[in-house]
């Protein structure tokens, strides 16, 4: 008996409650199959993302609205849907000193951190001065263009450390907040929390901190009372302000109630200090799917999207995009690269590349070329030769790209 004819629906028309089928191999998006039950408007918002000019619908045909506009080129292959070809506006110069001045502003800003928390025991005056002239920094380099992108960095160090992990979040709660649309005072906050949000850890010993075993329940425990920890030392300043306090006490609560330390709910947790908890669980996802973003983002979507709110969740994906910097990718051309920044159009980030045996390594610039990514790799995938050209068990980091408006 032959399969009924699934109906197509226009991307642009998708809504909460239908399930849908993606017209894509499950490489080629970030969802764990392809066949999704729409629960929040950030999935929406995701698979809009992926340029697709329609999905599949398989249930909650009763939602939509009895006319359905035409999908266009009904007849194309759908592993073959291409987004519409644009004017591409992007310098390659300006490409390039985007991402060694994100580069090197990460770097300042590791050593700055460094000599903020070492201060902090000296002077704990001049450390808040030094700090909020480092949030200063942050926050003039995520306005400096309309429309800031994500970079890839790195420390060059093997292990990621309080200072260097600081640093990512604020970046990620930055850009979160710039989605949004916030005021300044809270973006400042926003930089200031994500800092210190750690800062307790530093009490821990590091033979817990730092152990690569799976930690004992009691050491677990230990480890939980960093927020705590960091909590007094800042409180006992008498500088910093509440909403600051709030996130380095409470960056492990999640809206759900299931986080540490207070199990707090929704209505109890601000909304600076759900966006910097969001934050950080992604970098935590990242922590555990190591070397690959995107999957951290999927585990995001599955495991976690009671934990943070949906619309927060959405201003996430926005600001990584599908393939997050970081994301190891196959190219419609044939070779294999790493995404190093994002850009206007997802499917078609910065990315440096080689062919699958390590040779040819080029920094690409997809938006000036017919080419897009094709589908996601994992580390065991790549060839020993493909894994050193492209660095692609390094630590990733995030900043600001740095990149001028046109």
């Not at 109906?7 to 239908?18: D, E, H, R, T, Y």
């Not at 409470?250 to 199990?263: F, K, L, N, R, T």
């Not at 669980?281 to 949906?310: C, I, N, R, V």
């Not at 017919?370 to 390094?394: I, N």
Request: charged residues 20%.
């Amino acid at each position: 008996m032959a399969k009924a004819e699934l109906m197509q629906l226009p991307a642009s028309q998708m809504v909460i409650g239908l399930t849908v089928k993606l017209p894509l191999g499950w490489t080629q998006h970030p969802f764990f199959i392809n066949r999704i039950k729409l629960t929040s408007q950030a999935q929406i918002e995701l698979i809009r993302g992926l340029e697709l000019t329609f999905v599949y619908v398989l249930s909650g045909h009763e939602l939509l609205p009895e006319v359905i506009e035409e999908v266009e080129d009904k007849q194309a292959d759908p592993m073959q849907v291409k987004a519409k070809p644009k004017k591409v506006l992007d310098s390659k110069a300006a490409v390039i000193k985007a991402m060694r001045v994100g580069q090197q502003r990460f770097l300042s800003n590791i050593n700055e951190s460094r000599s903020v928390f070492a201060q902090f025991a000296i002077e704990p005056d001049k450390a808040y001065r030094e700090a909020a002239t480092m949030v200063e920094g942050f926050v003039d380099h995520l306005q400096e263009t309309d429309t800031p992108y994500l970079a890839l960095v790195g420390s060059g160090e093997m292990d990621v450390s309080v200072t260097q992990h600081g640093i990512s979040v604020a970046v990620l709660s930055l850009m979160i907040g710039h989605a949004l649309e916030l005021p300044k005072s809270d973006l400042r906050d926003l930089a200031l929390g994500s800092l210190f949000h750690d800062f307790g850890k530093l009490k821990i010993p590091d033979n817990i901190r730092r152990k690569r075993s799976e930690l004992t329940e009691p050491e677990q425990n230990y480890l939980k009372m960093h927020p705590n920890l960091g909590f007094d030392l800042l409180n006992a300043c008498n500088l910093y302000p509440k909403s600051v306090l709030n996130i380095v006490l409470h960056h492990h609560e999640y809206i759900d109630g299931s986080g540490y330390p207070d199990h707090l709910t929704e209505k109890d947790i601000p909304l600076l200090t759900q966006i910097v908890s969001l934050a950080n669980d992604y970098e935590g996802l990242l922590e555990q799917f190591t070397f690959s973003p995107q999957l951290a983002l999927g585990t995001l979507f599955k495991s976690h999207a009671k934990k943070h709110a949906q619309n927060l969740i959405a201003a996430l994906v926005k600001v990584l995009g599908i393939y997050p910097p970081g994301t190891l990718v196959s190219l419609s051309d044939g070779s294999i690269g790493k995404v190093m920044m994002t850009t206007r159009e997802v499917k078609q980030p910065h990315v440096w590349s080689c062919n699958l045996g390590g040779g040819e390594a080029n920094l690409r610039f997809l938006l000036e070329e017919d080419v897009t990514v094709s589908s996601v790799l994992r580390l065991e995938e790549l060839t020993e030769g493909a894994l050193k050209t492209l660095q692609a068990d390094s630590p990733i980091s995030f900043y600001f790209s740095a990149l001028p408006d046109n």
